[in-house]
């Protein structure tokens, strides 16, 4: 069986071809603030994906780095009064926390920005030496001129991605910069902030270069599948692809996988409108897999409102399948496990995957003689991060 995915890149759903042992990269979290519903809402397309392959025979090993220093955790760390690490160190703590209530198979490995620093000063060097970046004022930049297909991730026209990157802290009106697209791989520390020494001048990294070292340093130059949130397109992903490429010669990454940002009640969730939803909270006064069958009523490519409503939906949900599961025998499972997988196969669509397991759950609480039913229903269950076998806990 083949899995169908979307792909950013070619703009299309295609087949995710790959070989027994899967590569993949998704970008990790800059740990400053909790853990908010686009956070699982991204991280659940990933490890459904993975239990998907894993089901089918392949071996995943997935990579998600921790940005524990750039130009967001910074300036945090300053206002809280607070080292940078030990900021993170807490944040990371409460998030991998969430992400194990949640059922969320941990990464293969959890590389950390700090730790790789190394690496990213042989990458900037490189760079510098091929011509493909400039040292300006203490700032080594990355040439966007010197790599002809800068762009063609997103596919944005150039005064588009100026809006973008000026929207998402690139400075494009910076004077020093020969083009404004031309993005910072190494900066100068201020007087409070971290600084490493590097041949072209102490300072720290640029966001971008991170993730360059970060993936290929654990799983080499070329990745099965990069993914993350809509909004790292650009400028993050289309930055990675040019200096990784421009290093490497080798393609980046074979497909490109992005989930779609989530709001609450109408508006888009963000800190300046104090409506994040924090995972935290809803563990409070809801079962974790209420929370992540709530989820998953949508498709991760379909940017979604979350309503406080929605978590009865999950909770109902969650009633009647364990109900099921509970029970002796039922109908034949068969036809909804294929259509529970085909679903999934189908560039994850879990809305049809989830009503399949709904159809089954009632099929089975109508009675029948199928002794295999209920354990078949667990398996799918299984398979979405569901151990139905488990009593409800609170809030359901």
């Known amino acids: 069986m083949t899995i169908r995915l979307h792909d950013t890149a070619q703009r299309a759903l295609v087949p995710f071809e790959t070989g027994p042992v899967v590569s993949m990269y998704v970008c990790g979290i800059t740990p400053y603030d909790s853990t908010h519903l686009g956070h699982a809402a991204t991280y ?57 209530a949640l059922g969320m198979r941990p990464p293969t490995s959890e590389p950390r920005a700090t730790e790789a620093i190394d690496g990213m000063i042989e990458m900037v060097a490189r760079l510098l030496d091929a011509d493909h970046a400039y040292l300006t004022h203490g700032t080594a930049y990355f040439d966007v001129s010197t790599f002809p297909r800068f762009g063609e991730l997103s596919h944005y026209p150039h005064d588009h991605m100026v809006r973008l990157a000026r929207e998402r802290g690139g400075n494009p009106d910076d004077p020093h910069r020969r083009d404004p697209l031309d993005f910072v791989l190494w900066q100068a520390s201020a007087r409070d902030e971290p600084t490493w020494r590097a041949p072209f001048g102490a300072g720290r990294p640029g966001w971008h270069v991170e993730c360059s070292v970060m993936s290929m340093d654990a799983l080499g130059p070329t990745l099965d599948l990069h993914g993350g949130g809509t909004d790292l397109i650009f400028p993050h ?48 006064v809801a079962d974790p897999r209420a929370i992540r069958l709530a989820l998953m009523r949508h498709h991760y490519r379909a940017g979604f409102e979350w309503y406080d409503t929605d978590l009865d939906e999950g909770n109902a949900l969650l009633r009647r399948l364990i109900a099921a599961a509970e029970r002796p025998d039922g109908a034949d499972p068969r036809p909804f496990a294929e259509r529970a997988r085909a679903a999934l196969d189908n560039d994850l669509d879990t809305p049809r995957s989830l009503d399949a397991l709904d159809d089954l759950a009632s099929a089975v609480l109508s009675g029948g003689s199928d002794a295999s039913a209920p354990a078949v229903l667990c398996e799918l269950g299984a398979l979405l991060g569901l151990d139905l076998t488990r009593p409800i806990e609170r809030g359901a």
């Open 44 to 100: 659940l397309a990933y490890d459904l994906l993975i239990r998907r392959l894993e089901e089918l025979g392949h071996e995943v090993r997935m990579v998600r780095n921790v940005t524990d220093v750039d130009d967001s955790i910074l300036p945090k760390a300053r206002e809280l009064g607070v080292n940078y690490l030990e900021l993170a160190d807490a944040e990371l703590a409460r998030f991998q926390a969430d992400m194990d």
């Open 237 to 284: 992903h289309d930055c990675e692809i040019a200096q990784s490429e421009s290093i490497t010669g080798e393609t980046f990454s074979r497909h490109w996988m992005h989930s779609a940002m989530v709001s609450y009640e109408g508006e888009k969730m963000s800190k300046s409108l104090g409506n994040l939803v924090f995972v935290s909270d809803l563990l409070k």
